[in-house]
């Protein structure tokens, strides 16, 4: 306990307790119980000097004693006091966690409502034009065509949660899940994960991506948010991070990167990149 003299208190204690002793050894009834030691008959009669001297030396150590009960008295107040504090701010701390895990989670619902509300509103409107051309007087429900949408909408969905990671090297035997962490913590996050490679490898040089699955679509939005410090990095700077698109996106990606490369040849001074599905530009900085 702060501002209590330990060290001088057990000093003290002590001292009291060798001096009680001796006087005890003085009176003649160095051992026994203390309604014993009172009885008169049982004391050494004492002269005056030393009555004064152990009058004395009593009020001295009572006095003592009682200064240290006040002491101890002041510091578990000053304890109990703190311990209240501490339960004050922990029950803060839990409830502003508890905040933020219920707007974490609130969001996450959000985003995952509009993922599968968008993806069967696109998948079910696919269908409804597929069934208004072939039958237009009569469409017939097909259960088969429901079984796809979900199934697409499962896949969507699944696919929001992975990230890919593009040439990081391959070696046998490696943690793969650890050296992922690595690339991660370069870009300051550190998610849990589950990561494997994918494809089969054509060379005994050729590297695989990676195709890493964390736990909500949120994370893979901040994780891509904060790719492109990677490019500053001097161990990552070749590692290129990318969401985990399905068959369609990927080539119609590749028809807007040629569309892109083309633009740039046009209009060199520009610097032309892909956001949201669109080929976007800006000058490029002298």
Not at 164 to 179: A, I, M, R, S
Not at 255 to 265: F, G, T, W, Y
Request: aromatic share 6%; glycine share 4%; net charge positive.
């Amino acid at each position: 306990m702060e501002n209590v003299d330990i060290e001088g208190i057990d000093y003290m204690w002590n001292e009291v307790f060798s001096w009680t002793k001796e006087q005890l050894r003085r009176c003649g009834k160095p051992y026994g119980k203390m309604r014993d030691i009172a009885e008169a008959k049982f004391l050494k009669p004492l002269q005056k000097p030393e009555l004064v001297d152990v009058c004395g030396r009593s009020y001295e150590y009572i006095h003592f004693l009682m200064e240290t009960v006040e002491t101890y008295r002041n510091a578990c107040t000053r304890l109990q006091s703190r311990l209240i504090e501490n339960q004050q701010t922990l029950i803060n701390v839990q409830k502003e966690l508890s905040d933020c895990k219920s707007e974490k989670l609130e969001a996450m619902e959000n985003v995952v409502k509009s993922s599968v509300a968008t993806s069967v509103k696109e998948e079910f409107k696919s269908y409804s034009s597929v069934v208004s051309s072939s039958t237009p007087t009569a469409p017939t429900f097909c259960p088969e065509a429901l079984k796809t949408v979900v199934k697409t909408v499962v896949a969507e969905e699944d696919r929001s949660r992975n990230v890919l990671v593009f040439g990081l090297p391959e070696e046998d035997g490696e943690e793969l899940e650890t050296k992922i962490s690595g690339v991660f913590e370069e870009i300051g996050l550190k998610p849990k994960l589950e990561a494997q490679r994918i494809g089969k490898k054509k060379t005994a040089s050729s590297t695989r991506p990676v195709k890493v699955c964390v736990s909500s679509s949120l994370i893979v939005h901040q994780i891509l948010v904060n790719a492109k410090n990677l490019r500053k990095s001097a161990k990552y700077k070749t590692v290129y991070l990318s969401p985990d698109r399905s068959l369609e996106q990927r080539e119609a990606r590749k028809e807007l990167i040629v569309s892109m490369r083309a633009k740039a040849l046009e209009e060199p001074n520009k610097k032309f990149y892909i956001k949201d599905g669109q080929i976007l530009s800006r000058d490029r900085e002298d």
